[in-house]
Nanobody, 122 residues
Framework: EVQLVESGGGLVQAGGSLRLSCAASGFTFDDYAIGWFRQAPGKESERAVCISSGDGRTYYADSVKGRFTISSDNAKNTVYLPMNSLRPEDTAVYYC???????????????WGQGTQVTISS
């Protein structure tokens, strides 16, 4: 059974930090790219960050560059996402996803986690 289990969401003030984690199981982790999508109320889903587990290549949306840093521990099949200098506009449900492709180009997730809420107060 494929599982992507997110953790680390919560409520923090603007300027604060959170670290999300995504623990994966049920598929060959090294063959997948792991991406974080976020869905804010009334807005389209956005692919915020991504990492290719095999070669470590990363993708960052302009909205998070310089503030979010994605990393992967392949021994633990886990991806980490420290988020710094958080802003109210970062408020969203964050979903961990996995796709059998690279982070660039047409990223089409095969698997989704259940999501974790991140709320940034002003």
């Amino acid at each position: 059974e494929v599982q992507l289990v997110e953790s680390g969401g919560g409520l923090v003030q603007a300027g604060g930090s959170l670290r999300l984690s995504c623990a994966a199981s049920g598929f060959t982790f090294d063959d997948y790219a792991i991406g974080w999508f976020r869905q804010a109320p009334g807005k389209e889903s956005e692919r915020a960050v991504c990492i290719s587990s095999g070669d470590g290549r990363t993708y960052y949306a302009d909205s998070v560059k310089g503030r979010f840093t994605i990393s992967s521990d392949n021994a633990k099949n886990t991806v980490y996402l420290p988020m710094n200098s958080l802003r109210p506009e970062d408020t969203a449900v964050y979903y961990c996803t996995a796709a059998p492709s690279s982070c660039t180009g047409d990223y089409d997730p095969s698997f989704w986690g259940q999501g974790t809420q991140v709320t940034i107060s002003s």
